[in-house]
């Protein structure tokens, strides 16, 4: 079973992405801020990570900037940066910064979402 960190501090989002992810058989882990995310990133041992943008403590780009210092004990799988801005110099600095993939809450629904994540994740 896939393992899936998903860090979000949106209590909504984080339930609604848990209902969708477990449903489709992943394993799935939580974070309710950027300072958890980050030590948790740090551990390792996930699939795939799913990191919303806007967060307190730490933001998504923050957590980023620190994975450039701090490698993770254990490897993960690719990044997917989780956000409602669509402002492009956030895109391209998460991505010059390892990011695998931007999705864009907002215009997902659960189909587009998994079969998202299936295309960054081996089942």
């Known amino acids: 079973m896939s393992k899936i960190l998903l860090v979000d501090d949106d209590l909504y989002i984080r339930e609604l992405y848990l209902e969708i992810l477990t449903d489709a058989g992943y394993e799935v882990e939580m974070a309710v801020d950027g300072k958890e995310?980050?030590?948790?990133?740090?551990?390792?041992?996930?699939?795939?990570?799913?990191?919303?943008?806007?967060?307190?403590?730490?933001?998504?780009?923050?957590?980023?900037?620190?994975?450039?210092?701090?490698?993770?004990?254990?490897?993960?799988?690719?990044?997917?940066?989780?956000?409602?801005?669509?402002?492009d110099p956030v895109i391209k600095e998460a991505t010059q910064r390892g990011a695998a993939a931007c999705l864009y809450k907002a215009e997902m629904n659960p189909d587009e979402f998994l079969k998202t994540i299936s295309e960054y994740i081996k089942k």
């Open 37 to 87: 995310g980050f030590e948790k990133i740090v551990e390792g041992g996930y699939d795939l990570i799913l990191l919303d943008v806007m967060m307190p403590y730490l933001d998504g780009i923050g957590i980023l900037r620190k994975l450039e210092d701090e490698r993770p004990k254990k490897s993960n799988g690719p990044i997917i940066l989780l956000t409602n801005l669509a402002y």
